[in-house]
């Protein structure tokens, strides 16, 4: 299992040489189809420096949301004389910030609630069949939560939710710095793009992270109603009348 | 940092040697993406159908049998639509691309804005719930929902099926109870309607359907206010119009972004 780099591919790899074929620093050669083609040998590849290992940049931390109440509403007579129809209740949208990173640009981010990975339309607020259901989205300078609510003649109150957050930092690299050396003290790869000294997203034992890795779908619908399945948690709606029982998933957190 | 094999295990710690917290171990080990060569940007359009339709009415009587008003809805009937569905429910999936063997894990980001909204539910807009418009997402498993109002919701997943990359729509309508009673707060009379002139009961305020009860109340048709006659009740000679102009269909156009990663079991 060599740690092999090679500057025409401006690549460095931990694999398995799928054979013997070929000049060990030869980029064409049979043995150094990993390092040059990982995606094609990825059962043969340990660590590629072209791979994005979801460097945080941000968190794990647990943001607080203090989400504002909606008032009720009784609306106007929408009918005729003596059938007095009337419609009750209000909807609104409103959009708070979870983190500001103002890296320039938009990064990846997991965003997780009550133990596991938030949903995008994941209801956080279910008061006697008023919600509020939230989505996070991230732009070049935040990851934000918006959110959908809506009250009945009654108000839906504000409550207070614990989201916790990580943003991930695009992978660059300086052509100055070595394809594997030291920056300093740091071991950098691939020119920067992996160093020693960042926070890389990975494997945790379970219960040590509400983040997670799922690996196929995590929500299912029926009845206009929709059940969750988020590192093995499920959120699941009345009314909700399926069998999903959610995707394998791996629990991961963010470095130490 | 320090880097050593505890016997066992290769562990990389913060500090020296063996000091400091654990940042990668080969039992801890990082998640991955593929290189971004292989990421898969989509140009995509989803289409959401009307839905089954039906519709109801509500009739009164003045209390002396001379006077009546009517007001006609069109409703909303449950269903399920989705790709495993046949005929008219069928939401056929959409290949987006194709992923290397051996990944077991996608990284979804979608950037989606509505240009076709569909028609409003008794005065208020169908809210986008899952996404900010124009902005992007990354989605856990690759889901989100993207409209909702308590009787329907619509949703997208982006499934793997094999190193096949799909991007899948469910719509779905909830059960009813008589659409009158959930929404109007006003029970449907048993049976046809035949309204016989005079007797002001048992047709007060009562609701009938267009044939099947269950539904949702969400577009007023066509009312008929007091005054000038009567016969306003659903098949009487002025009944108010069930023609149905309503589309709640939309459309969703923007971007589906997916990169394939990979985590060791």
């Known amino acids: 299992m060599p740690i092999r780099g090679i500057p025409s591919l401006n690549a460095v790899a931990s694999f398995t040489e799928p054979s013997s074929s070929g000049g060990k620093f030869d980029p064409d050669a049979a043995r150094n189809a990993p390092l040059k083609d990982p995606a094609g040998n990825l059962s043969n590849v340990h660590f590629h420096s072209d791979f994005d290992y979801y460097e945080l940049a941000y968190g794990p931390a647990t943001v607080n949301v203090n989400h504002t109440a909606l008032s009720g509403y009784t609306g106007p007579d929408i009918g005729i004389a003596q059938l007095e129809l009337h419609l009750e209740g209000q909807q609104d949208i409103r959009e708070y910030t979870l983190v500001t990173h103002n890296l320039g640009y938009v990064p990846r981010y997991f965003v997780a609630y009550n133990g596991s990975r938030l949903g995008n339309g994941q209801m956080v607020q279910n008061s006697g069949g008023f919600w509020r ?68 997203l990975r494997r945790v034992k379970a219960g040590e992270s509400s983040f997670d890795i799922n690996r196929d779908v995590t929500m299912d619908v029926t009845n206009g109603r929709i059940k969750i399945v988020s590192g093995g948690n499920a959120y699941t709606e009345p009314g909700y009348d399926g069998s999903f029982s959610g995707p394998s998933y791996v629990a991961v957190g963010g470095g130490w | 940092m320090g880097v050593y094999n505890d016997g066992s295990t290769i562990i990389h710690k913060s500090g020296e040697g063996t000091a400091g917290d654990l940042v990668w171990a080969s039992d801890a080990a990082p998640a991955a993406l593929l290189p971004d060569s292989e990421t898969i940007t989509f140009p995509a359009t989803i289409n959401f159908p009307d839905f089954d339709k039906g519709n109801c009415a509500v009739f009164s009587l003045n209390s002396d049998g001379t006077d009546s008003g009517a007001i006609s809805w069109a409703t909303i009937l449950p269903g399920e639509w989705h790709y495993q569905k046949t005929g008219s429910k069928e939401l056929a999936q959409t290949l987006l691309g194709t992923v290397p063997s051996g990944i077991n894990y996608l990284d979804v980001s979608i950037n989606l804005s509505r240009t076709n909204a569909p028609d409003q539910v008794l005065g208020n807009t169908v809210p986008i719930v899952g996404i900010k418009p124009g902005k992007w997402s990354d989605l856990d498993g690759g889901c989100a929902v993207l409209e909702r109002m308590p009787a329907f919701l619509r949703a997208i997943q982006v499934v793997r099926s094999g190193n096949n990359i799909y991007l899948r729509r469910i719509q779905s309508v909830k059960d009813a109870d008589e659409a009158a009673v959930t929404t109007l707060g006003i029970a449907y009379k048993t049976g046809a309607q035949v309204w016989s002139s005079g007797a002001l009961s048992p047709w007060h305020n009562l609701a009938t359907h267009g044939g099947d009860a269950r539904g949702h109340v969400v577009y007023e048709l066509d009312r008929k206010g007091y005054g000038g006659n009567i016969n306003k009740q659903r098949g009487g000679a002025n009944e108010p119009s069930f023609t149905d102009p309503s589309d709640f269909s939309c459309t969703y156009e923007g971007t589906v972004r997916f990169r394939p990663g990979y985590i060791p079991s």
């Open chain 1, 133 to 200: 259901i939230v989505a996070p989205f991230a732009t070049s300078s935040i990851i934000g939560l918006r959110e959908w609510l809506a009250s009945g003649s009654s108000s839906l109150a504000g409550v207070t939710r614990s989201y916790e957050v990580m943003v991930f930092a695009n992978p660059s690299q300086t052509p100055s710095l070595p394809l594997m050396g030291f920056d300093g003290s740091d071991l950098v790869l691939g020119r920067g793009r992996i160093r020693s000294s960042k926070r890389y």
